[in-house]
């Protein structure tokens, strides 16, 4: 049996439906407060809010809607809205055959050599985080902000490296406004209003995302015209892809919306992952203990490299526990195409079908003590069934770049176990909440001592 004794902290889900005022009112706080809490003990739970709505928890439907049946389940409307003023028309939200396309273009850049030889801005950017912590003294450091600064270093780098034109500070600052900002569900997204109606707040991160957008445009003519300098990075990998099946290569446009997608994603939702496994391991000293003696037993006090990701089991195990009680993207949505039918419940074309990933990985049909931290729950390579585990998501659009964040993540969290001890502050603890990815409301405050 697990251990039940204290819990780290969790969304509290509502106990009675709300109306479509309530529904609204609650998600512009946290969306996570939409998620019943009945749907932990139910495979499927239906309801209306304006829009009649299926939360999925059920292993076997969420197969069907993510992989059998993907063309039936677009991404919704709302999420399309959201985030189509920052990344376009690129793989996060394309559909049907442009996606296709684009997909088989962009996924030799994540293969396993690549992945593999891109490690290196990974540890020097676990380096840099360790000189940052180490010089704060005796304080009590926001972890957060700080593998936000960490994971940036690195998609950055991998991006655009060698490009000392490009303002990183400028795209940093234009992504963190746009996510806090514009990022959050409007009332008029979630009636289906038109997109010209305007949405509160959106126009002003809007314009700061098309400055950034100018300025990747810029970067990318140049290094077409300049060609590739040293270790091949993704904007190198873009501009010499092209689709196997017909030999179409990505625009300047299209290489643009597509390397926006993997920083606004990629450095994100890897520096949350990265917060929330330190807050647990300043939770759980016992655990900490144990990922550290593994990280010194391996690294003897350098920085982790792509070589020694295989030898971190545990370390992994708590990305892995991490990224199961508190994933970075909570909450999927599609939009039924077609009638179809889901645990014996009728879906007509229009119904919001949605997959509340906070709840299914805290199931108490699928998980033995689903909120405890419990790492060793993924001990000897053990996993759950692939649908009941979607922290990147599956089928065709499983994420491209998961094998990319699980490295970085076990390179930068082994890298600072293995120097640093984490304590929790007393009384200050993060309330997750959800805008588009799930955060860490408030920060990770933890002390930081060298070991």
């Given at each position: 049996?697990?251990?039940?004794?204290?819990?780290p902290?969790?969304?509290?889900?509502?106990?009675?439906?709300?109306?479509?005022?309530?529904?609204?009112?609650?998600?512009?706080?946290?969306?996570?407060?939409?998620?019943?809490?009945?749907?932990?003990?139910?495979?499927?739970?239906?309801?209306?809010?304006?829009?009649?709505?299926?939360?999925?928890?059920?292993p076997?439907a969420?197969?069907?809607?993510?992989?059998?049946?993907?063309?039936?389940?677009?991404?919704?409307?709302?999420?399309?809205?959201?985030?189509?003023?920052?990344?376009?028309?690129?793989?996060?939200?394309?559909?049907?055959?442009?996606?296709?396309?684009?997909?088989?273009?962009?996924?030799?850049?994540?293969?396993?050599?690549?992945?593999?030889?891109?490690?290196?801005?990974?540890?020097?950017?676990?380096?840099?985080?360790?000189?940052?912590?180490?010089?704060?003294?005796?304080?009590?450091?926001?972890?957060?902000?700080?593998?936000?600064?960490?994971?940036?270093?690195?998609?950055?780098?991998?991006?655009?490296?060698?490009?000392?034109?490009?303002?990183?500070?400028?795209?940093?600052?234009?992504?963190?406004?746009?996510?806090?900002?514009?990022?959050k569900?409007?009332?008029?997204?979630?009636?289906?209003?038109?997109?010209?109606?305007?949405?509160?707040?959106r126009?002003?991160?809007?314009?700061?995302?098309?400055?950034?957008?100018?300025?990747?445009?810029?970067?990318?003519?140049?290094?077409?015209?300049?060609?590739?300098?040293?270790?091949?990075?993704?904007?190198?990998?873009?501009l010499?892809g092209?689709?196997?099946?017909?030999?179409?290569?990505?625009?300047?446009?299209?290489?643009?919306?597509?390397?926006?997608?993997?920083?606004?994603?990629?450095?994100?939702t890897?520096?949350?992952?990265?917060?929330?496994?330190?807050?647990?391991?300043?939770?759980?000293?016992?655990?900490?203990?144990?990922?550290?003696?593994?990280?010194?037993?391996?690294?003897?006090?350098?920085?982790?490299?792509?070589?020694?990701?295989?030898?971190?089991?545990?370390?992994?195990?708590?990305?892995?526990?991490?990224?199961?009680?508190?994933?970075?993207?909570?909450?999927?949505?599609?939009?039924?195409?077609?009638?179809?039918?889901?645990?014996?419940?009728?879906?007509?074309?229009?119904?919001?079908?949605?997959?509340?990933?906070?709840?299914?990985?805290?199931?108490?049909?699928?998980?033995?003590?689903?909120?405890?931290?419990?790492?060793?729950?993924?001990?000897?390579?053990?996993?759950?069934?692939?649908?009941?585990?979607?922290?990147?998501?599956?089928?065709?659009?499983?994420?491209?770049?998961?094998?990319?964040?699980?490295?970085?993540?076990?390179?930068?969290?082994?890298?600072?176990?293995?120097?640093?001890r984490f304590?929790?502050?007393?009384?200050?603890?993060?309330?997750?909440?959800?805008?588009?990815?799930?955060?860490?409301?408030?920060?990770?405050?933890?002390?930081v001592?060298?070991v």
């Amino acid at each position: 049996m697990l251990p039940t004794e204290r819990l780290p902290v969790r969304a509290d889900l509502v106990r009675e439906p709300l109306n479509l005022l309530q529904s609204w009112q609650a998600s512009r706080q946290n969306l996570l407060n939409i998620i019943p809490e009945v749907s932990t003990r139910m495979p499927i739970v239906s309801g209306q809010t304006g829009t009649p709505w299926h939360m999925l928890t059920d292993p076997l439907a969420i197969r069907r809607v993510l992989l059998e049946n993907v063309d039936t389940y677009p991404k919704s409307i709302v999420t399309k809205n959201l985030l189509r003023p920052a990344i376009g028309e690129s793989l996060f939200i394309a559909e049907g055959k442009h996606w296709r396309w684009q997909r088989r273009t962009a996924a030799p850049a994540f293969s396993h050599r690549n992945v593999t030889a891109l490690a290196p801005v990974m540890t020097r950017a676990a380096e840099r985080s360790s000189e940052r912590i180490a010089k704060v003294g005796n304080r009590a450091v926001n972890m957060l902000d700080e593998m936000v600064t960490a994971t940036f270093d690195v998609i950055s780098d991998v991006t655009f490296s060698g490009e000392s034109g490009f303002d990183r500070a400028a795209v940093h600052r234009a992504i963190d406004i746009y996510i806090s900002d514009a990022g959050k569900v409007s009332l008029f997204d979630v009636l289906g209003l038109p997109d010209w109606i305007p949405r509160p707040g959106r126009n002003l991160s809007a314009n700061g995302m098309g400055d950034m957008k100018d300025a990747a445009d810029r970067v990318i003519n140049a290094r077409q015209a300049e060609g590739s300098q040293g270790v091949p990075d993704l904007l190198d990998l873009l501009l010499d892809g092209e689709d196997p099946k017909s030999g179409r290569r990505m625009t300047t446009e299209e290489i643009r919306d597509n390397l926006l997608t993997f920083i606004v994603a990629g450095h994100e939702t890897t520096a949350l992952t990265l917060a929330w496994s330190l807050y647990l391991c300043a939770f759980d000293p016992k655990a900490q203990a144990r990922a550290r003696d593994e990280a010194q037993t391996v690294l003897q006090g350098r920085a982790a490299t792509a070589d020694d990701v295989p030898n971190l089991p545990y370390i992994r195990q708590i990305i892995d526990e991490a990224l199961r009680l508190y994933p970075p993207a909570a909450i999927v949505s599609r939009t039924a195409l077609a009638k179809d039918t889901l645990c014996d419940t009728p879906i007509n074309p229009g119904d919001t079908v949605i997959i509340p990933i906070y709840a299914l990985h805290r199931s108490h049909l699928l998980w033995d003590e689903p909120d405890s931290f419990a790492p060793d729950r993924w001990a000897n390579g053990t996993k759950p069934d692939r649908y009941a585990y979607l922290p990147f998501g599956d089928g065709p659009r499983i994420c491209i770049g998961a094998s990319f964040a699980v490295q970085e993540a076990v390179i930068i969290l082994a890298t600072l176990l293995g120097r640093f001890r984490f304590k929790s502050v007393k009384g200050v603890d993060p309330d997750p909440v959800m805008i588009i990815t799930l955060r860490p409301e408030g920060g990770v405050w933890l002390e930081v001592e060298p070991v």
